[in-house]
């Protein structure tokens, strides 16, 4: 009891704890330093002060002097007491001497039990529920009825006690006892984060994917960024030794020409020194006054016909006239050709996603289940016949661009006859000039083996012939709807630009097929 009675004079009548930097005032009492420094005046701020034990007042606040007796007594007792700082928890209800930290808590009797208490209890009530501790005894007992909470109601999804299942609003309810509710709402919750661990895992290989997908388009315009670093060496090298070229030939020629002058220069001093001498003699002759001296010189026969005069002098001005245009018109030529395969390499992030449309199809095509191949076959597939139908082994995409850049690719495959381009959704669809190519409303390439590996492009019915063959059977068709272009590629190593139609386009475009034996796939991203 001696410690106990020695704790309570420790305690400071304001936080009601040990104290902390005790300090004295002059009525004799003592206080933390920090409790009384927050004590304000009494008489609303006009400065008198009192003490809040016993009430004594001061006109002013007296000098607080730290009390050093009562400091050291204060950390004596706190070094004896060691498990007071080991204390964490919650406390035993039953030990008032000092804290001591609770296992357990009974239900029945609201109160928390250290080891020592516990013991006790079991032995003389044995059939009180005991818990861990807890703070918050009176949650688990009925509001109503004051019972322990043993049931669950299912239909009510409460936790109800045995009055409330018996005579109370849950009578007749199908009940579980708490543990078995709690299991099987455990097993939901186990079933969820079954759910929730697989949408995590799924999603984690998502990232993953995505993650895959950044690496792989980061070195791909590492690899783009390089290649075009190589191409614009191999330019500019190529421009630097053209120049050179071009300035060689225009410094030869022009070496060439000054030669030529300088010749004919010379040839036309000499002349003009002979004339400057007949001029002189005539002039004589005229002034003669002899006139058998006139008539009978032997000269004047030679000077009165002279010989006749050749062309002109060919100082080789036509030379190089014609070679300087053929060979700024190879420079631009050759740049053009340049710039389009620049403009193939960032013609768009991938080929754009292409779908056949099989209300369009024409029903002796077979258009596969991807609706990315059109093969042609001799079995009608017996199609409805609609007006947006072909009539002649033609096909156009679902998809329809409006603005933008973008390219596709396809591959042609044992195809005797074929077409492949783009086209207005106003093209007509029955007749001859429903051909893509054979009206003013689409464009394509053509191609096929009965003409012998021939290829031309189509517009409007008017052929342009390619002069040169074409091995490959792939090919890659390019729009830039806003700059009105639509360009024909072979797609070989390196990739060869073919054609390119210029057209103010007036409708969203279609891509459009037409095949004649074997078959036309559209390629997806490589």
């Given at each position: 009891?001696?410690?106990?009675?020695?704790?309570h004079e420790?305690?400071?009548?304001i936080c009601?704890?040990i104290?902390?930097?005790?300090?004295?005032?002059?009525?004799g009492?003592?206080?933390c330093?920090?409790?009384?420094?927050?004590v304000?005046?009494?008489?609303?701020g006009y400065?008198?002060y009192?003490?809040?034990?016993?009430?004594?007042?001061?006109?002013?606040?007296p000098?607080?002097?730290?009390?050093?007796?009562?400091?050291?007594?204060?950390?004596n007792?706190?070094?004896?007491?060691?498990?007071?700082?080991?204390i964490?928890g919650?406390?035993?209800?039953?030990?008032v001497d000092?804290p001591?930290?609770?296992?357990?808590?009974?239900?029945?009797?609201?109160?928390?039990?250290?080891?020592?208490?516990?013991?006790v209890?079991?032995?003389?009530?044995?059939?009180?529920?005991?818990?861990?501790?807890?703070?918050?005894?009176?949650?688990?007992?009925c509001?109503?009825h004051?019972?322990?909470?043993e049931?669950?109601c299912?239909?009510?999804?409460?936790?109800?006690c045995?009055?409330c299942?018996?005579?109370g609003k849950?009578?007749?309810h199908?009940?579980?006892?708490?543990?078995?509710?709690?299991?099987?709402k455990k097993?939901?919750?186990?079933n969820?984060?079954?759910?929730?661990i697989?949408?995590?895992?799924?999603?984690e290989?998502?990232?993953?994917?995505?993650?895959?997908?950044?690496?792989?388009?980061?070195?791909?315009?590492?690899g783009e960024?390089?290649r075009?670093?190589?191409?614009?060496?191999?330019?500019?090298?190529?421009?630097?030794?053209?120049?050179?070229e071009?300035?060689?030939?225009?410094?030869?020629?022009?070496?060439?020409?000054s030669?030529?002058?300088?010749d004919v220069?010379?040839?036309?001093?000499?002349?003009?020194?002979?004339?400057?001498?007949n001029?002189?003699?005539?002039?004589?002759?005229?002034?003669?006054?002899?006139?058998?001296?006139?008539?009978?010189?032997?000269?004047?026969?030679?000077?009165?016909?002279?010989?006749?005069?050749?062309g002109?002098?060919?100082t080789?001005?036509?030379?190089?006239?014609?070679?300087?245009?053929?060979?700024?018109s190879?420079?631009?030529?050759?740049?053009?050709?340049?710039?389009?395969?620049?403009?193939?390499?960032?013609?768009?992030?991938?080929?754009?996603?292409i779908?056949?449309?099989?209300?369009?199809?024409?029903?002796n095509?077979?258009?596969?289940?991807?609706?990315?191949?059109?093969?042609?076959?001799?079995?009608?597939?017996?199609?409805?016949?609609?007006?947006?139908?072909?009539?002649?082994?033609?096909?156009?995409?679902g998809?329809?661009?409006?603005s933008g850049?973008?390219?596709?690719?396809?591959?042609?495959?044992r195809?005797?006859?074929?077409?492949?381009?783009?086209?207005?959704?106003?093209?007509?669809?029955?007749?001859?000039?429903?051909?893509?190519?054979?009206?003013?409303?689409?464009?394509?390439?053509?191609?096929?083996?009965v003409?012998?590996?021939?290829?031309?492009?189509?517009?409007?019915?008017?052929?342009?012939l390619f002069p040169?063959q074409?091995?490959?059977?792939?090919?890659?068709?390019?729009?830039?709807y806003?700059?009105?272009?639509l360009?024909f590629?072979?797609?070989?190593?390196?990739?060869r630009?073919?054609h390119?139609?210029?057209?103010?386009?007036?409708?969203?475009?279609h891509?459009?097929l037409?095949?004649?034996?074997?078959?036309?796939?559209?390629?997806?991203s490589?």
């Amino acid at each position: 009891m001696a410690t106990v009675d020695l704790r309570h004079e420790l305690l400071c009548s304001i936080c009601m704890d040990i104290y902390t930097d005790p300090v004295t005032l002059r009525c004799g009492h003592n206080f933390c330093r920090d409790c009384i420094d927050g004590v304000p005046d009494t008489d609303g701020g006009y400065g008198e002060y009192s003490c809040p034990e016993c009430r004594a007042t001061f006109q002013k606040w007296p000098p607080l002097q730290k009390n050093i007796t009562l400091c050291n007594v204060v950390e004596n007792f706190l070094s004896t007491q060691p498990h007071q700082e080991m204390i964490t928890g919650i406390c035993c209800t039953y030990c008032v001497d000092y804290p001591v930290s609770a296992v357990k808590s009974c239900l029945h009797c609201e109160a928390s039990l250290c080891e020592k208490h516990l013991k006790v209890h079991i032995k003389i009530s044995a059939d009180h529920v005991l818990t861990d501790p807890s703070t918050s005894l009176k949650t688990r007992k009925c509001s109503l009825h004051r019972k322990i909470l043993e049931y669950y109601c299912t239909k009510d999804g409460a936790c109800i006690c045995v009055f409330c299942r018996s005579v109370g609003k849950h009578r007749g309810h199908r009940v579980e006892m708490l543990d078995e509710a709690s299991e099987k709402k455990k097993e939901r919750l186990r079933n969820v984060l079954q759910k929730l661990i697989t949408k995590r895992k799924k999603t984690e290989e998502r990232v993953q994917s995505l993650e895959e997908r950044r690496r792989k388009a980061q070195e791909k315009a590492a690899g783009e960024a390089e290649r075009v670093t190589a191409l614009f060496i191999d330019i500019r090298r190529w421009v630097d030794d053209l120049e050179k070229e071009v300035l060689s030939e225009i410094s030869r020629r022009e070496e060439q020409v000054s030669l030529s002058l300088s010749d004919v220069i010379q040839k036309l001093e000499l002349k003009k020194d002979e004339l400057s001498r007949n001029m002189r003699y005539i002039e004589e002759l005229c002034n003669m006054t002899d006139p058998l001296t006139v008539l009978q010189d032997p000269n004047i026969c030679a000077l009165c016909h002279p010989e006749e005069e050749g062309g002109d002098e060919d100082t080789g001005e036509h030379d190089g006239g014609d070679r300087g245009a053929e060979l700024i018109s190879h420079i631009s030529h050759t740049l053009s050709d340049m710039i389009r395969d620049i403009n193939v390499i960032f013609y768009g992030e991938g080929p754009a996603d292409i779908l056949l449309d099989v209300n369009t199809a024409d029903n002796n095509l077979l258009i596969s289940d991807d609706l990315k191949t059109a093969t042609w076959t001799e079995i009608t597939q017996n199609r409805p016949e609609t007006a947006e139908r072909f009539q002649y082994n033609q096909v156009m995409s679902g998809r329809r661009f409006t603005s933008g850049r973008h390219y596709w690719d396809v591959e042609i495959s044992r195809s005797e006859l074929w077409r492949v381009g783009m086209c207005y959704p106003s093209i007509i669809r029955r007749g001859r000039q429903s051909y893509i190519g054979d009206n003013n409303k689409s464009w394509c390439l053509y191609g096929g083996m009965v003409r012998n590996n021939r290829y031309s492009v189509i517009h409007d019915s008017e052929v342009i012939l390619f002069p040169h063959q074409i091995s490959s059977d792939r090919f890659r068709i390019c729009l830039d709807y806003e700059a009105g272009q639509l360009s024909f590629y072979e797609l070989c190593d390196p990739i060869r630009h073919l054609h390119t139609f210029t057209a103010a386009f007036s409708e969203p475009l279609h891509a459009a097929l037409y095949v004649c034996g074997g078959s036309i796939k559209i390629l997806g991203s490589s």
